[in-house]
């Protein structure tokens, strides 16, 4: 059973900078992908951005331009840069993993589709 551990969460201020991290307790399996998720209070759980084995790299819309994922295979960690954050970001913010086939396979962006998930990590950004 992986077990993801987040770090970095925080609050800061609008159009300031947060960089979380994301490391596994063991070795992440190759092919798998890793990404974040996020859910605000009231709201469904949402992608965030998503990094497949080969170094590929996935974002939602409302982050694209902003946020950047990267990860380190020897290390089975995955971090998510965030610059100019805006009070939407605010919201428990997820680390998963699952494989979805060859290492070049695209992540799902349904939260459903992800099998092994952190605890959450808390940002807040005041206006």
């Known amino acids: 059973q992986v077990q993801l551990v987040e770090s970095g969460g925080g609050l800061v201020q609008a159009g300031g900078s947060l960089r979380l991290s994301c490391a596994a307790s063991?070795?992440?399996?190759?092919?798998?992908?890793m990404g974040w998720f996020r859910q605000a209070p009231g709201k469904e759980r949402e992608f965030v951005a998503a990094?497949?084995?080969?170094?590929?790299?996935y974002y939602g819309d409302s982050v694209k331009g902003r946020f950047s994922i990267s990860r380190d295979n020897a290390k089975s960690t995955v971090d998510l840069q965030m610059n100019n954050l805006k009070p939407e970001d605010a919201a428990v913010y997820y680390c998963?993993?699952?494989?979805?086939?060859?290492?070049?396979?695209?992540?799902?962006?349904?939260?459903?589709?992800?099998?092994?998930w952190g605890q959450g990590t808390q940002v807040a950004v005041s206006s």
């Open positions: 998963a993993t699952n494989r979805f086939g060859s290492l070049r396979a695209i992540p799902s962006r349904d939260p459903e589709a992800w099998r092994y």
């Open positions: 063991e070795r992440i399996g190759s092919a798998n992908a």
């Open positions: 990094i497949n084995w080969a170094g590929t790299q």
